[in-house]
């Protein structure tokens, strides 16, 4: 079938951008004291929203008010060097202009703090998403998995769930996914492995941006 509002993640599925945030969290540690850490270990802390990945980054048993620090100097940091080797994955630019040319309606959700998300999707995406919603929690609006910034969306455009799709990258995606009711498909070239995928309860997925563009837009 072809949908009519695709909604999606954003690191890890439209962007690479973990060689930025390996080099964020590893500054903020070091400003603390602390050892870095490797990308592949970030690349497992990320997908629930930077606190989690700096409070997992953190050394064990650190206190609530130093990983409050430590997040502060994480999004400093990033704010500022969020665009030094991010780049979006080879032919989601491509798969985005096609949605936008066949009428599909286009948004992304993240649990990436607002402040990142909005300068990255306007650098590299300008004039193709309606809705654009990163981590906003002190507005009330819980972050992915809960389904609130999906449904946000979902409202802002007039869609219902049967016309909604949502594209992802990791076991959060999933669960954002089912708890949203919508259909998912989960990309196999971002921050998980296809095994880990489906043991989170992945059934859809796409391995190249040409074949998420065919589930899409049902070719």
């Given at each position: 079938?072809?949908?009519?509002?695709?909604?999606?993640?954003?690191?890890?599925?439209?962007?690479?951008?973990?060689?930025?945030?390996?080099?964020?969290?590893?500054?903020?540690?070091?400003?603390?004291?602390?050892?870095?850490?490797?990308?592949?270990?970030?690349?497992?802390?990320?997908?629930?929203?930077?606190?989690?990945?700096?409070?997992?980054?953190?050394?064990?048993?650190?206190?609530?008010?130093?990983?409050?620090?430590?997040?502060?100097?994480?999004?400093?940091?990033?704010?500022?060097?969020?665009?030094?080797?991010?780049?979006?994955?080879?032919?989601?630019?491509?798969?985005?202009?096609?949605?936008?040319?066949?009428?599909?309606?286009?948004?992304?959700?993240?649990?990436?703090?607002?402040?990142?998300?909005?300068?990255?999707?306007?650098?590299?995406?300008?004039?193709?998403?309606?809705v654009v919603c990163g981590e906003r929690e002190?507005?009330?609006?819980?972050?992915?998995?809960?389904?609130?910034?999906?449904?946000?969306?979902?409202?802002?455009?007039?869609?219902?769930?049967?016309?909604?799709?949502?594209?992802?990258?990791?076991?959060?995606?999933?669960?954002?996914?089912?708890?949203?009711?919508?259909?998912?498909?989960?990309?196999?070239?971002?921050?998980?492995?296809?095994?880990?995928?489906?043991?989170?309860?992945?059934?859809?997925?796409?391995?190249?941006?040409?074949?998420?563009?065919?589930?899409?837009?049902?070719?």
């Amino acid at each position: 079938m072809q949908y009519k509002t695709v909604i999606f993640d954003l690191d890890g599925t439209l962007l690479n951008t973990l060689d930025d945030l390996h080099a964020s969290t590893n500054h903020a540690l070091a400003c603390h004291g602390m050892p870095p850490r490797t990308k592949d270990e970030v690349r497992r802390f990320v997908g629930n929203g930077i606190y989690n990945l700096i409070r997992q980054a953190v050394v064990p048993g650190t206190c609530d008010s130093t990983i409050e620090e430590v997040h502060a100097t994480f999004d400093a940091h990033y704010a500022k060097h969020s665009l030094d080797r991010t780049a979006p994955y080879e032919g989601i630019s491509l798969l985005l202009n096609n949605l936008k040319a066949a009428g599909v309606r286009c948004c992304v959700v993240s649990n990436k703090g607002d402040y990142a998300v909005q300068p990255l999707v306007q650098h590299f995406f300008p004039n193709i998403f309606d809705v654009v919603c990163g981590e906003r929690e002190k507005e009330g609006i819980r972050r992915k998995p809960w389904p609130d910034t999906v449904l946000t969306c979902m409202e802002s455009l007039g869609m219902e769930r049967e016309d909604c799709v949502y594209v992802g990258d990791s076991e959060v995606d999933v669960a954002t996914a089912q708890n949203a009711g919508m259909d998912h498909i989960i990309v196999l070239w971002g921050f998980r492995s296809e095994g880990f995928l489906r043991q989170s309860g992945a059934r859809t997925f796409a391995r190249t941006p040409e074949q998420l563009g065919e589930l899409l837009l049902g070719e």
